[in-house]
């Protein structure tokens, strides 16, 4: 089964480094593209910081972070990973987001964002297909873990 996982991340950083190139490739920087009026739209920015923009320019803190993290990851999906798909498929998105992140801040010293959506008149964040990925997979792992929780609980009332 953990083939699969990690099928599953190769597919995810591959569809992030494909999406980022044709964006870089077809765009210039700051380019809007309207495919939903007023909600969604490609829009071809660049982020050398974390989420939300924060801690820019700190690329020594996101090499050690991101190492550390997928060091974390492969070691769960090795460990945990045939035990359960709830938690080898979220631990697999979070690999391939953190990887595909990584790719782009190790070759450009920033990352590529695209996707801009706004919920409400809030311009949400741009992202990128390894953001979506992590955020996903951390989502996906914080339900996982707290079913098993409740199912502790019971077991235990």
């Known amino acids: 089964m953990l083939i699969v996982y990690y099928l599953l991340t190769v597919f995810i950083i591959g569809l992030d480094q494909i999406t980022k190139f044709l964006v870089v490739e077809n765009m210039d920087i700051g380019e809007n593209i309207e495919v939903i009026p007023d909600f969604f739209y490609l829009t071809s920015h660049r982020n050398a910081g974390a989420a939300f923009g924060i801690l820019q320019g700190q690329m020594w803190l996101f090499f050690i972070v991101t190492v550390i993290v997928i060091i974390a990851v492969v070691y769960h999906l090795q460990k945990y990973g045939n035990d359960s798909k709830l938690f080898g498929i979220p631990l697999a998105l979070i690999l391939g987001g953190a990887v595909g992140n990584f790719i782009d801040r190790l070759l ?37 873990i707290t079913a098993d929780e409740w199912k502790e609980k019971r077991k235990k009332a």
């Open 108 to 144: 450009f010293g920033e990352v590529v964002d695209f996707f801009n959506v706004y919920i409400f008149t809030y311009n949400y964040p741009i992202f990128n297909i390894a953001d979506s990925a992590l955020v996903v997979g951390v989502l996906l792992l914080v339900i996982k």
